[in-house]
């Protein structure tokens, strides 16, 4: 079950009242989106946004689209909606996606399960599986590098195009076996016993600080495939389309690479006076969330409040 990050500051950052008109642009479970609308019911108005079909699907009592949240400002436009008090971005994947649990199966986010190299919120980008098996060693060296600031990018990228000659390279294991081949081959470690690796990702670890080889290159190609860049870059400029002055942005990111987008776009519209920074440093979890959720140990919350 997906617990969601950092919901107190998110609310209290994000201020509902009675009344107005929110949107969650990645609703996921709608654990953070229940809260929001406890605090707008009665008489708000709640637009859940998120681009896996199953998630929108699971949900009542709130208006769901099945889209990319970079399309927000259209979707408010086909919809009639006017602009939103408020906008919640909760980036990544979440824990039902992460460990493939009951409804949501096999999408190969993690490499702690063996199951297809798909790595789609939606389903209308490139697979993961097309990626590394078609595309040039050039390229996936440029995905591993830029998305994964991968040391070993030219190695692994290497080792793919070597393998998939063989047979594809379709799963989840396929790949991670690479990933620590080459790992072992440049650092003389074993990685090869599996479990247990921890649960994510964001955050794989072995032993006390050491991350898992395959982490970065399994974020590498996630946010290849869903454009996660290119999407928050995008909804980001288009703040002034969604919210109505005064609206508050609220973006939890669980990277580095996202945090520093919506750090830099942040200063960028202060600077320009669109908006108006809300948390001069990222909001990070205390000891006592990373303890109960420690999917929430690499999360940053950062808020802003259009002039
Ligand atoms: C971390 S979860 C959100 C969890 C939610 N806040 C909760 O409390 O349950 C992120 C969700 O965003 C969705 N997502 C990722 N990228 C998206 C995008 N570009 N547009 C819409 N949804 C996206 C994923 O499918 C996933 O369900």
């Not at 490139?126 to 040039?136: K, L, P, R």
């Not at 991350?211 to 400029?237: G, S």
């Amino acid at each position: 079950m997906h617990v969601p990050v950092l919901l107190n500051k998110a609310i209290e950052l994000l201020d509902p009242k009675p009344g107005e008109f929110f949107i969650d642009g990645t609703f996921g479970n709608g654990g953070h989106a229940a809260a929001i609308v406890e605090k707008i019911f009665p008489g708000g108005k709640l637009l859940g946004i998120d681009w896996d079909k199953k998630v929108i699907a699971n949900g009542k009592n709130v208006i769901l689209v099945n889209d990319n949240y970079k399309n927000i400002p259209m979707i408010l436009k086909e919809k009639k909606l006017g602009k939103a008090d408020g906008l919640l971005l909760d980036l990544g994947m979440s824990s039902d996606q992460l460990e493939s649990a009951g409804w949501r199966t096999g999408r190969g986010f993690s490499f702690k399960k063996d199951e297809p190299l798909d790595m789609r919120y939606g389903d209308d980008s490139v697979t993961a599986a097309e990626v590394v098996n078609t595309f040039g060693e050039d390229a996936l060296v440029e995905i591993f590098k830029k998305y994964g600031e991968e040391r070993y990018a030219r190695r692994i990228a290497e080792k793919i195009v070597e393998q998939r000659k063989k047979s594809r390279i379709i799963t989840t294991f396929q790949l991670s076996r690479i990933v620590e081949d080459v790992y072992r081959h440049r650092s003389g470690r074993s990685y090869s016993e599996r479990p247990p690796y921890a649960a994510e990702p964001s955050g794989c670890r072995l032993g006390r600080s050491r991350i898992h080889p395959a982490t970065k290159i399994f974020q590498a190609l996630r946010i290849y495939v869903n454009n996660e860049l290119e999407n928050l870059d995008k909804i980001l400029d288009a703040l002034p389309l969604v919210l109505k002055q005064e609206g508050r942005a609220v973006v939890i990111s669980f990277h580095s690479l996202e945090d520093r987008i919506v750090k830099n776009k942040f200063k960028e519209m202060s600077a320009q006076n669109i908006l108006k920074i809300l948390t001069k440093k990222p909001v990070t979890p205390d000891d006592v969330e990373v303890a109960a959720n420690p999917r929430s140990r690499s999360a940053k919350l950062r808020a802003a409040q259009l002039l």
